[in-house]
Structure formats: structure tokens, C-alpha cells
């Protein structure tokens, strides 16, 4: 059973940094896609950034120089570190992953189709 745990989430003041964890449980494939979505209070769901098994990386637009994401494979863990942090960055913070053997970018695949996903974990950042 694959599990995604997410960790890192918290309060901090605009212009700090936050790291995220997404520890994987049970992974099998090894074509995939692993993304961090963020979801603020009455908007829809957005992706973030992704990694895929090739080790592209895509950003959105909003977040591009300000954050990034690695991969720890010994750990299977998954860090999104986040600088500059900005009050419209405040939001749940959700990893995901899908089987793809495809690049990925941080609209596709679509959300739909994300079979895997972590309990979410809080960020918010004051101005």
C-alpha cells in the first residue's frame, strides 16, 4: 500500500523559508511523477512544482526562483524548499504522485489523475 507523508508545514513571517517533506511508503513504480500541489481557503487546488523519474523539474510561474524540489532516493523522501515565502503562498500543501512514464509539468498530468496523495500539511506566511 503506497502511503505519502508529508511533514514541514508551519507559520512564518513573508521572506522566510519552510522545507517540506513528502516521505513515500511503498512505491513500486519507477516511472512517476511527484508533485506538490497547495490549495488556499476558497480557490481551487493548483500544482507547484514537480519532479518526475527523469529528474526534470517544472515550476509555476508563481513560485519559479523562489522554490525548489530534490529528492532524497535513499530516504524516499521528497523536499520542497521554499524561500522568499510571500502571504499569497499560505495554503495546504498536498504531494502527490501518478505513475507516468512521461515528462511532466506542473499541468500534466492533469490533478485528476494524481492516484496517490498526502494527508496535506499547513503552511501560512504573514506580512
Known amino acids: 500500500q503506497v502511503q505519502l507523508v508529508e511533514s514541514g508545514g508551519g507559520s512564518v513571517q513573508a521572506g522566510g523559508s519552510l522545507r517540506l517533506s513528502c516521505a513515500a511508503f511503498g512505491y513500486p513504480y519507477s516511472s512517476y511523477c511527484i508533485a506538490w500541489f497547495r490549495q488556499a481557503p476558497g480557490k481551487e487546488r493548483e500544482g507547484v512544482i514537480v519532479i518526475d523519474s527523469h529528474g526534470t523539474i517544472n515550476y509555476a510561474d508563481s513560485v519559479r526562483g523562489r522554490f525548489t524540489i530534490s529528492e532524497d532516493d535513499a530516504k524516499n523522501t521528497v523536499y520542497l524548499q521554499m524561500n522568499s515565502l510571500k502571504a499569497e503562498d499560505t495554503g495546504m500543501y498536498y504531494c502527490?504522485?501518478?505513475?507516468?512514464?512521461?515528462?511532466?509539468?506542473?499541468?500534466?498530468?492533469?490533478?485528476?489523475?494524481?492516484?496517490?496523495w498526502g494527508q496535506g500539511t499547513q503552511v501560512t506566511v504573514s506580512s
Open positions: 502527490a504522485a501518478v505513475a507516468v512514464p512521461a515528462r511532466c509539468t506542473v499541468f500534466f498530468p492533469p490533478i485528476t489523475k494524481y492516484k496517490y
